[in-house]
């Protein structure tokens, strides 16, 4: 039983990779540094062909974890390769986002097992329903976010606090401290925000007499320090800046400055109102539910709730910053669950309580299938460029210009299929000279008037008159436009009541548009 909740925790992750292997403009960075190193290496005589220095973001972002990610890679892309398995550049970048997913799936088992030594099996196992009937959290596990290399360390420090017995009183010293370190790291490295979740804890902690003020100074000290050396070393080196610190100049750029406002604004209660009613669907009744039958979950939820207010006093706000406390409120919704569950059924109240958990669940398994479903079909930049290159896959010489909106949406360097590097695992037998070229701000006219490019991916509603006759078009990528609600149901009858049930699968039908567009140069 156990490894089967484990197991499922890992597959839907990798479900979701499989599903939606494309990525979109925020996870570019790391992939791209991961693909830089995975091609590269690492060698100082091969960083001027890094993709970051051709386009380097608004602020540095850290290598620390793209290169661990690349090293991962690396050894499942060698044993992939005593079977012959890999053709393509875009197979190593599932197998990237793989590795990410099954490091955070790990993270998440780990945490299972806690939640059923703390609050018992039932809990743990509602656990695993509730966070595999959500979307956001194992969607998102295996993109290659700055946030989803941070959810490793918070999770396994949440995972050393929840880690014993069910009359335990306090977790032991050595597990703060490690939870303390991990968090202080996580911090440092990838995501300088979770600094608003490790005040609340190491407060909770010193108030609870979990520890002593000088051993949070000690730990924070040492693993400070340490994790600083580690990104500055790292990150100055790959950015051939000295000294640089990444998250650091990401505070001052973003908050000192507020610069982050420019990304758009949220009111306060966005967090609490909006964003998590959203992510964390049926959990957010049910961990209400947990915390008033519980202290121990009160204890538990109390320096996460603290986060999400704190974070809360910044303009610029997204579902990511906060995607750490999905795990803590998925263990107090089950508790809440599990009680409603646990209720007699003999009972009328016993019998309504359980069909409403089920009725929680099912609603869950609806919205995120919905959730799931715009989110495949989002990706047309991606759909283009995979599309292209199998079209194309036996000509030489070719030139594509590939849009801002197709870069954004999924045109990664790991779909430069046919334009070196090569890893040496790829046995395919494929063109090796095309150029794949993103030069932005193009019109079509000085595209036209660019001899050496011969296809575009470009945006259908940029086409001009004078540009379609210069350039024929092959193929058009749609994507999603939203949801629409169809209520004629006396039309969906009128064919008889089997037509009529049919019909009603359609009563909400998803809008899609025409995104992109395939052109071969006419002469």
Same mark, same amino acid.
């Given at each position: 039983?156990?490894?089967?909740?484990d197991?499922i925790?890992?597959?839907?992750?990798?479900s979701?990779?499989?599903l939606?292997?494309?990525t979109?403009?925020?996870?570019?960075?790391?992939?791209?540094?991961?693909?830089d190193?995975?091609m /590269?290496?690492?060698?100082?005589?091969?960083?001027?062909?890094?993709?970051?220095?051709?386009f380097?973001?608004?602020? $540095?972002?850290?290598?620390?974890g793209?290169?661990?990610?690349?090293?991962?890679?690396?050894?499942?892309?060698?044993?992939?390769?005593?079977?012959?398995?890999?053709s393509?550049?875009?197979?190593?970048?599932?197998?990237s986002?793989?590795?990410? +997913?099954?490091?955070?799936?790990?993270?998440?088992?780990?945490?299972?097992r806690a939640?059923?030594r703390?609050?018992?099996?039932?809990?743990?196992?509602?656990f695993?329903?509730l966070?595999c009937?959500?979307?956001?959290?194992?969607?998102?596990?295996?993109?290659?976010?700055?946030?989803?290399? #941070?959810?490793?360390?918070?999770?396994?420090?949440l995972?050393?606090?929840?880690?014993r017995?069910?009359?335990?009183t306090?977790p032991s010293?050595?597990?703060?401290?490690?939870?303390?370190?991990l968090?202080?790291?996580?911090?440092?490295?990838?995501?300088?925000?979770?600094?608003?979740?490790l005040?609340?804890?190491v407060?909770?902690?010193?108030i609870?007499?979990?520890?002593?003020?000088?051993?949070v100074v000690?730990?924070?000290?040492? =693993?400070?320090?340490l994790?600083?050396?580690?990104?500055?070393v790292?990150?100055?080196?790959?950015?051939?800046?000295?000294?640089?610190? $990444?998250?650091?100049y990401?505070? /001052?750029?973003?908050?000192?400055?507020g610069?982050?406002?420019?990304w758009?604004?949220?009111? $306060?209660h966005? =967090?609490?109102?909006?964003?998590?009613?959203?992510?964390?669907?049926?959990?957010?009744?049910?961990?209400?539910?947990?915390?008033?039958?519980?202290?121990?979950?009160?204890?538990?939820?109390?320096?996460y709730?603290?986060?999400i207010?704190?974070?809360?006093?910044?303009?610029?706000?997204?579902?990511?910053?906060?995607i /750490?406390?999905?795990p803590?409120?998925?263990i107090? #919704?089950?508790?809440?669950?599990?009680?409603?569950?646990?209720?007699?059924?003999?009972?009328?109240?016993?019998?309504?309580?359980?069909?409403?958990?089920?009725?929680?669940l099912?609603? @869950?398994?609806?919205?995120?299938?919905?959730?799931?479903?715009?989110?495949?079909?989002? /990706?047309?930049?991606?759909?283009?460029?995979?599309?292209?290159n199998?079209? =194309?896959?036996?000509?030489? @010489?070719v030139?594509?210009?590939?849009?801002?909106?197709? #870069?954004q949406?999924?045109a990664?360097?790991?779909?430069?299929?046919h334009?070196?590097?090569?890893?040496?695992?790829?046995?395919?037998t494929?063109?090796?000279?095309?150029?794949?070229?993103?030069?932005e701000?193009?019109?079509?006219?000085?595209?036209?008037?660019?001899?050496?490019i011969t296809?575009?991916?470009?945006?259908?509603?940029?086409?001009?008159?004078? +540009?379609?006759?210069?350039?024929?078009?092959?193929?058009?990528?749609?994507g999603?436009?939203?949801w629409?609600?169809?209520?004629?149901?006396?039309?969906?009858?009128?064919g008889?009541v089997?037509?009529?049930?049919?019909?009603?699968?359609?009563?909400?039908?998803?809008?899609?548009?025409?995104?992109?567009?395939?052109?071969?140069?006419?002469?």
């Amino acid at each position: 039983m156990s490894a089967a909740l484990d197991l499922i925790l890992l597959l839907t992750g990798l479900s979701y990779v499989s599903l939606a292997p494309y990525t979109k403009v925020e996870e570019s960075f790391n992939l791209h540094a991961t693909h830089d190193v995975l091609m /590269y290496g690492i060698g100082r005589e091969n960083l001027h062909k890094y993709d970051h220095f051709t386009f380097p973001g608004a602020v $540095p972002r850290t290598f620390v974890g793209s290169v661990v990610l690349a090293w991962a890679t690396q050894v499942c892309v060698r044993m992939g390769s005593w079977l012959g398995i890999f053709s393509d550049k875009f197979d190593l970048q599932v197998i990237s986002r793989m590795v990410l +997913a099954s490091a955070n799936a790990v993270g998440l088992c780990l945490l299972r097992r806690a939640v059923s030594r703390r609050f018992g099996r039932p809990t743990a196992v509602m656990f695993v329903l509730l966070t595999c009937t959500q979307f956001h959290l194992l969607f998102w596990m295996g993109r290659t976010l700055p946030n989803m290399f #941070a959810l490793l360390p918070a999770n396994i420090a949440l995972y050393l606090l929840v880690d014993r017995a069910s009359n335990s009183t306090r977790p032991s010293k050595s597990s703060v401290h490690w939870a303390i370190a991990l968090l202080t790291f996580a911090t440092v490295v990838f995501r300088s925000e979770l600094l608003l979740l490790l005040g609340p804890f190491v407060l909770q902690a010193m108030i609870l007499r979990y520890t002593t003020l000088y051993d949070v100074v000690k730990v924070g000290l040492l =693993y400070g320090i340490l994790s600083a050396v580690l990104t500055v070393v790292v990150d100055s080196y790959f950015w051939q800046q000295w000294p640089l610190w $990444p998250e650091l100049y990401g505070i /001052y750029f973003n908050v000192l400055q507020g610069k982050s406002s420019e990304w758009g604004t949220s009111p $306060p209660h966005a =967090y609490f109102t909006s964003f998590l009613p959203k992510l964390l669907l049926s959990s957010i009744p049910l961990s209400a539910l947990g915390c008033l039958l519980d202290s121990r979950i009160r204890t538990l939820l109390l320096p996460y709730l603290a986060f999400i207010g704190i974070i809360s006093g910044l303009a610029h706000k997204e579902w990511r910053f906060v995607i /750490y406390v999905f795990p803590a409120f998925n263990i107090a #919704a089950a508790r809440g669950a599990v009680w409603l569950t646990g209720r007699r059924k003999a009972t009328l109240m016993g019998r309504l309580s359980f069909l409403a958990v089920v009725a929680m669940l099912a609603a @869950n398994c609806v919205a995120t299938f919905l959730f799931a479903r715009s989110s495949f079909a989002n /990706y047309p930049g991606g759909t283009a460029l995979y599309a292209f290159n199998h079209l =194309y896959e036996s000509e030489e @010489n070719v030139h594509v210009h590939i849009s801002n909106l197709a #870069a954004q949406t999924g045109a990664s360097l790991f779909l430069h299929s046919h334009a070196p590097p090569f890893h040496p695992v790829l046995n395919g037998t494929h063109p090796t000279n095309w150029v794949y070229d993103k030069t932005e701000n193009l019109s079509f006219d000085a595209l036209t008037r660019s001899r050496e490019i011969t296809h575009l991916i470009a945006e259908t509603a940029s086409i001009t008159p004078s +540009a379609a006759s210069a350039w024929a078009p092959l193929a058009i990528v749609d994507g999603f436009d939203g949801w629409k609600l169809n209520l004629d149901l006396k039309s969906t009858f009128q064919g008889g009541v089997f037509e009529g049930l049919k019909g009603l699968m359609h009563v909400l039908e998803m809008v899609r548009s025409e995104k992109l567009v395939i052109l071969k140069r006419r002469t």
